[in-house]
């Protein structure tokens, strides 16, 4: 039975671009999420399902196998599909094929752009967390899945796991109710990620009055210097 499914999965694939993406995702996610992804998948892909189910023409199975055999069993479902893709324009084109939802399309993105630059240290991902402007529950996931990419890493993974997010113990409203108000914009917006790099590169160890006393004195002499130095933006005049 599994052998004539498979034969009329290759006679008649050119069928699959009738079956909504919605619903091949909906499959395609239980044979990644399942004890027989590896086998599965490669088994679909020499049958030349693969541009039709939102993968290139020419999948990176290589990488795939290699990644399954480390890794089965132990990763999202997404970070499983985004071993056959080598750029973010296939992952592009599987998230417009497949109607991925949002946390599984950047999840892949995310995958796809930490990869390329090798293994990171702990202070990189809480570094990652802290800065992003993204949902941090979501980012958090990512995190991790991106780190069981990166070889060598079960150290690093249990102990970001066990990491506890720290509050940045400062806010605009402190900036702006100083003796000396900062400015409310975009100067402001510099100062507070300034801040917090200070405050990450200490470890957390630089406490509210710390950042707003001399740490903010050095760091709003720089923004107010850049901003100051900036070529004017003025719009000219029409004649």
């Not at 919605?22 to 693969?50: D, H, Q």
């Not at 402190?174 to 590169?201: F, S, Y």
């Not at 740490?215 to 933006?233: A, I, R």
Request: net charge positive; with cysteine; aromatic share 8%.
């Amino acid at each position: 039975m599994i052998n004539s499914g498979f034969i009329y999965s290759r006679n008649n694939a050119d069928g699959l671009k009738n079956i909504s993406g919605e619903r091949i995702w909906t499959e395609l996610k239980k044979i990644l999420s399942g004890p027989m992804a590896g086998e599965m998948t490669v088994k679909m892909v020499e049958l030349g399902l693969a541009k039709h189910i939102g993968l290139p023409s020419e999948p990176n199975i290589q990488q795939f196998l290699a990644f399954w055999k480390k890794k089965k069993n132990t990763v999202h479902y997404v970070t499983l599909l985004v071993q056959l893709l080598n750029t973010e324009e296939e992952m592009a084109n599987s998230f417009k094929r497949l109607r991925m939802s949002g946390f599984e399309r950047d999840l892949g993105y995310f995958i796809i752009q930490h990869r390329s630059t090798g293994p990171k240290d702990l202070k990189f991902w809480q570094k990652t967390l802290l800065m992003t402007k993204s949902k941090t529950s979501h980012v958090r996931d990512w995190i991790e899945q991106a780190i069981i990419c990166d070889e060598n890493s079960d150290q690093i993974l249990q102990d970001f796991k066990n990491w506890e997010t720290p509050t940045f113990p400062v806010n605009g409203m402190d900036l702006k109710n100083r003796a000396e108000p900062v400015p409310v914009g975009k100067i402001m917006g510099q100062c507070l990620t300034m801040l917090k790099l200070h405050w990450i590169e200490s470890d957390f160890s630089l406490d509210r009055d710390k950042l707003l006393g001399e740490v903010l004195d050095d760091v709003l002499v720089k923004v107010l210097d850049e901003y100051n130095t900036q070529p004017s933006k003025r719009k000219k005049k029409s004649k």
